[in-house]
């Protein structure tokens, strides 16, 4: 009779554990980046300036890390967080985006040129959020990201405090320097994500400079594969990417408005987050397939890249437009 008890028990824990992973394995879903800056603002007593949607939606990007359902994985050691590994990729995808804007708040935006002092409360947040991300205790990444929102916060709070002032320069210079961060992390993920089929590739690294040279001798054709245990976590990387971007573009379309619709480059910047919207479809397969190329089966890496590749061009024709248009 005890082994039928414990069976059961068992078993009534296995399935718990395993509500609990499909549970936590939920992606969140997009917002209003204007409505969310509207109620911080009267939530906070505080106003709707130039510069608060995109600090408040870096602000929200950050929080749904830490409060989405099953709080922050990547670093769990007990289940079922520690067998999950999809939501911890897309975590990753999301945490690069909130590194490189919250860089881009201290570098850039918050500073009228190169030789201006940086925010205090910026120059705090930036190096928080690069924080280990799988540190579990002594500290937790959890609390140290929190310290990171919470100085971001402050930021958004001077922000609009005409007596303890921060600032935020709408400029084109300065969006076209994050736009191209952004496009650099879109190219490697787009590489990434093509190479899950494996295909030889021409080796153009030194390509259009005749006196270029590198540290190591590469062969002339090289063979690139992503190892098949891979190809779902790189997937979910450029998932959550997209999806934090999705919310960051919308933001920079308000804060920037003036200076995209001076450029005429407001549509771009709606072209490139309906690509990037194009990645955050359902997915109905119960795991990520790795088809190649005109085969039976689908290569759902292929079709990511397809949208990143797309949004990683109208990027670099966006930022074009906004250094020479």
Do not use: C
């Given at each position: 009779?005890?082994?039928?008890?414990?069976?059961?028990?068992?078993?009534?824990?296995?399935?718990?554990?395993?509500?609990?992973?499909?549970?936590?394995?939920?992606?969140?879903?997009?917002?209003?980046?204007?409505a969310n800056a509207e109620k911080m603002?009267?939530?906070?007593?505080?106003?709707?300036?130039?510069?608060?949607?995109?600090?408040?939606?870096?602000?929200?990007?950050?929080?749904?890390?830490?409060?989405?359902?099953?709080?922050?994985?990547?670093?769990?050691?007990?289940?079922?967080?520690?067998?999950?590994?999809?939501?911890?990729?897309?975590?990753?995808?999301?945490?690069?985006?909130?590194?490189?804007?919250?860089?881009?708040?201290?570098?850039?935006?918050?500073?009228?040129?190169?030789?201006?002092?940086?925010?205090?409360?910026?120059?705090?947040?930036?190096?928080?959020?690069?924080?280990?991300?799988?540190?579990?205790?002594?500290?937790?990444?959890?609390?140290?990201?929190?310290?990171?929102?919470?100085?971001?916060?402050?930021?958004?709070?001077?922000?609009s405090n005409p007596q303890d002032p921060?600032?935020?320069?709408?400029?084109?210079?300065?969006?076209?320097?994050?736009?191209?961060?952004?496009?650099?992390?879109?190219?490697?993920?787009?590489?990434?994500?093509?190479?899950?089929?494996?295909?030889?590739?021409?080796?153009?690294?030194?390509?259009?400079?005749?006196?270029?040279?590198?540290?190591?001798?590469?062969?002339?054709?090289?063979?690139?594969?992503?190892?098949?245990?891979?190809?779902?976590?790189?997937?979910?990387?450029?998932?959550?990417?997209?999806?934090?971007?999705?919310?960051?573009?919308?933001?920079?379309?308000?804060?920037?408005?003036?200076?995209?619709?001076?450029?005429?480059?407001?549509?771009?910047?709606?072209?490139?987050?309906?690509?990037?919207?194009?990645?955050?479809?359902?997915?109905?397969?119960?795991?990520?397939?790795?088809?190649?190329?005109?085969g039976m089966l689908a290569n759902h890496?292929?079709?990511?890249?397809?949208?990143?590749?797309?949004?990683?061009?109208?990027?670099?024709?966006?930022?074009?437009?906004?250094?020479?248009?």
């Open positions: 009779m005890s082994g039928k008890i414990l069976s059961t028990v068992v078993a009534v824990v296995m399935l718990i554990q395993i509500g609990l992973g499909v549970y936590w394995s939920a992606e969140p879903k997009q917002f209003s980046v204007q603002a009267q939530e906070q007593g505080q106003t709707v300036v130039t510069g608060y949607t995109t600090a408040a939606t870096l602000y929200r990007v950050a929080d749904t890390l830490l409060i989405k359902p099953g709080g922050y994985l990547s670093n769990d050691i007990m289940p079922p967080g520690v067998f999950l590994d999809n939501m911890p990729n897309w975590e990753h995808g999301v945490l690069t985006q909130v590194r490189d804007m919250a860089r881009a708040l201290r570098r850039d935006f918050s500073r009228s040129q190169s030789q201006s002092k940086e925010d205090p409360d910026l120059a705090v947040a930036e190096p928080l959020f690069n924080f280990d991300s799988h540190s579990w205790i002594l500290p937790a990444t959890e609390k140290e990201y929190q310290r990171g929102i919470h100085r971001l916060g402050n930021y958004m709070q001077r922000l921060a600032q935020f320069y709408a400029r084109a210079d300065n969006l076209a320097r994050w736009l191209n961060d952004v496009e650099i992390r879109l190219g490697s993920l787009s590489q990434r994500l093509s190479a899950s089929v494996g295909k030889p590739r021409l080796n153009t690294d030194l390509a259009g400079d005749p006196e270029a040279s590198q540290s190591t001798v590469s062969d002339n054709m090289v063979v690139v594969k992503t190892p098949w245990l891979q190809i779902d976590d790189i997937f979910y990387q450029a998932r959550g990417t997209s999806w934090a971007l999705i919310e960051l573009l919308k933001a920079v379309e308000v804060d920037f408005h003036d200076v995209l619709q001076k450029k005429n480059a407001l549509v771009s910047l709606r072209q490139i987050i309906r690509e990037l919207e194009g990645t955050q479809e359902t997915i109905w397969s119960p795991m990520i397939l790795n088809g190649d190329g005109f890496s292929l079709v990511m890249a397809n949208f990143i590749s797309r949004a990683n061009a109208a990027i670099s024709d966006l930022r074009s437009l906004l250094e020479n248009g």
